[in-house]
């Protein structure tokens, strides 16, 4: 049996390349050939595609998924979530993460990866009992990073207790693309060997790793990992969908995908990347390699993100004193995987103690509601003299964060029930709050205007 591949470029390969722009025509151009391709999945939906849609591209993002599904009759389609964050970046009611799941799968989603940043086990409780619930097929994702407490051992424990959570199969979320290709093969090695799980490689090129990474983890027996279509791979992306194929035909890893479909389908892609290029919006920066990556485990996305804002502050050239930041405030909040919020919360730290000449001197709001325990709990003992620096003597909890919130969807659906027309839409409301509500009048405004035009 040969390898599995599950397609990126439709999801994370255009969050990581430029900022999650792609639009809903784009993302369905090339889909019908990429139905045919034989993948295991097509990742399309999910991380930050839904936010990207209300904020930036006017679109639904259900409405996305569900003119999606109309057209991928033979392959699963899967999205990324963020266990009790969901889509968003705080932590919302169970009612709300259970609601999310069960739309989720009743509009077109097959397969629900979902990961907490801090591989607090407990945030992703709720998401996992709904996916199972609802029937959906659920992955549990492993955030991988290196640190003195992120050992083989570490993740083999996570792996033993996510498999008795009732996880359908395991990925390795390598986000920033810092897994080495020894690394790799000894932690696929251990994992094949202590859990019956399907186990997924999800990395970046980011490094100049990532295809060494992906041959020693198929040598040790990986059962998936995560490509994207040429037009949409490398640099901050995944690796080559196309390449990887060559490389494994006629050897027993085999993935047997159809050469012709990817062709047409990458053919197609090639004017989007081609778009993006010319307006700027993938800068060419994210398709070089950055081997510095492996000491700041600084994530694709991450590494647009911190860019733009030192872009806004006109202070683009100090790029590197950043990137020297990101790990020493990594180190001061107990070591979290760098992936979202938490990459978000570091980067922006980061550029703060930087650009304001102290560190610490500003605190985003949510490093703050970090440190109160309020996102679960760090995989090392924080730095005590900065939290007591930021937040005094403020009590800090250790239950899971959940447990303090009241269920929100039955208000939220009767305190916009003037505007929602779905509960997909007062779910947007839940994750987006006013970014939603303003794409949502302006959408009713249009399609109140089409309607008096067809009847006129």
Not at 62 to 81: D, H
Not at 202 to 226: F, P, R
Not at 402 to 431: N, T
Request: charged share 25%; proline share 4%.
């Amino acid at each position: 049996m040969g390898v599995k591949v599950v397609e990126t470029c439709l999801r994370d390969g255009h969050q990581s390349l430029f900022a999650t722009r792609m639009t809903t025509p784009e993302v369905l151009l090339a889909l019908e050939e990429l139905d045919k391709v034989g993948y295991h999945a097509i990742e399309i939906w999910g991380g930050a595609t839904f936010d990207s849609c209300l904020r930036f591209l006017h679109e639904d993002p259900w409405e996305r998924l569900r003119q999606a599904k109309k057209i991928c009759k033979n392959t699963k389609l899967q999205m990324l979530f963020r266990g009790q964050n969901i889509l968003g970046y705080r932590h919302y009611a169970d009612d709300v993460v259970e609601k999310f799941v069960e739309k989720s799968l009743k509009n077109g989603i097959d397969i629900i990866r979902i990961f907490d940043a801090l591989n607090d086990i407990r945030n992703l409780e709720a998401a996992v009992k709904a996916t199972k619930k609802y029937g959906g097929e659920c992955q549990i994702a492993l955030s991988y990073t290196t640190s003195p407490v992120h050992t083989v051992e570490y993740y083999v424990e996570l792996a033993k207790r996510v498999e008795s959570l009732g996880a359908d199969s395991l990925c390795i979320k390598d986000m920033a693309g810092v897994l080495l290709p020894k690394d790799a093969y000894e932690l696929i090695s251990a994992l094949k060997k202590n859990t019956k799980l399907p186990i997924e490689l999800h990395s970046h090129c980011t490094g100049g790793l990532c295809e060494m990474t992906y041959l020693k983890a198929i040598e040790a027996g990986v059962d998936i990992v995560d490509c994207a279509l040429s037009p949409l791979s490398g640099g901050t992306s995944q690796p080559c969908t196309e390449s990887l194929n060559f490389a494994l035909q006629g050897t027993e890893y085999d993935p047997h995908l159809n050469v012709d479909m990817l062709n047409a389908a990458a053919s197609k892609m090639q004017s989007v990347r081609a778009k993006y290029l010319a307006n700027g919006l993938l800068n060419p920066k994210v398709l070089s390699v950055n081997a510095n990556i492996i000491k700041y485990q600084v994530p694709g996305g991450m590494l647009s993100n911190l860019i733009n804002q030192l872009k806004a502050q006109g202070a683009e050239q100090r790029l590197d004193e950043v990137l020297s930041e990101v790990p020493l405030v990594r180190k001061d909040m107990g070591y979290p995987p760098l992936v979202t919020p938490l990459s978000q919360m570091v980067g922006t730290q980061a550029v703060l103690n930087v650009i304001s000449g102290e560190r610490y001197k500003i605190v985003p709001k949510e490093i703050n509601e970090y440190l109160h325990g309020r996102y679960g709990a760090s995989p090392a003992p924080v730095n005590e003299e900065i939290r007591k620096k930021i937040i005094g003597d403020d009590p800090v909890i250790t239950y899971r964060p959940a447990d303090d919130l009241k269920p929100e969807f039955a208000e939220l659906k009767k305190q916009y029930k003037g505007i929602a027309k779905s509960d997909e839409d007062v779910l947007s409301i839940a994750l987006f709050g006013d970014v939603a509500i303003k794409y949502i009048n302006e959408r009713n405004e249009e399609d109140a205007v089409t309607t008096i035009r067809v009847e006129a």
